[in-house]
Nanobody, 127 residues
Framework: QVQLAASGGGLVQAGGSLRLSCAASGRSFSSSAMGWFRQAPGKEREFVAAIGWLGSLYYADSVKGRFTISRGSAKNTVYLQMHSLSPEDTAVYFC?????????????????????WGQGTQVTVSS
């Protein structure tokens, strides 16, 4: 059974930093894309960042330059380092993984691209 376990959320003051982690188990995602999405109350789930299986990086404009996505050495863990957080970043953050393998092109912004989802971790940024 595939599971994605997200952690690292919390309460932080504006301007602060957090590092989210997502550990996948049940299959290898070393050849698959993984990503992060977030959902604020009353809003739709939105793309934050993604990393392709070859290491290509993709970011939403709203987080570019502040957030960094990366993988662990075993490729089954994905991280989201967040700096210069603002109250607008407050949301539940979800990690996601694509079941497809060896894709050089994929629609990283669409939630439907991803087949597996973590349970979400709350990030709250106070002003």
């Amino acid at each position: 059974q595939v599971q994605l376990a997200a952690s690292g959320g919390g309460l932080v003051q504006a301007g602060g930093s957090l590092r989210l982690s997502c550990a996948a188990s049940g299959r290898s995602f070393s050849s698959s894309a993984m990503g992060w999405f977030r959902q604020a109350p009353g809003k739709e789930r939105e793309f934050v960042a993604a990393i392709g299986w070859l290491g290509s990086l993709y970011y939403a404009d709203s987080v570019k330059g502040r957030f960094t996505i990366s993988r662990g050495s075993a490729k089954n863990t994905v991280y989201l380092q967040m700096h210069s957080l603002s109250p607008e970043d407050t949301a539940v953050y979800f990690c996601a993984a694509d079941a497809a393998t060896y894709l050089s092109v994929f629609n990283y912004k669409l939630p439907t691209t991803y087949d597996y989802w973590g349970q979400g971790t709350q990030v709250t940024v106070s002003s």
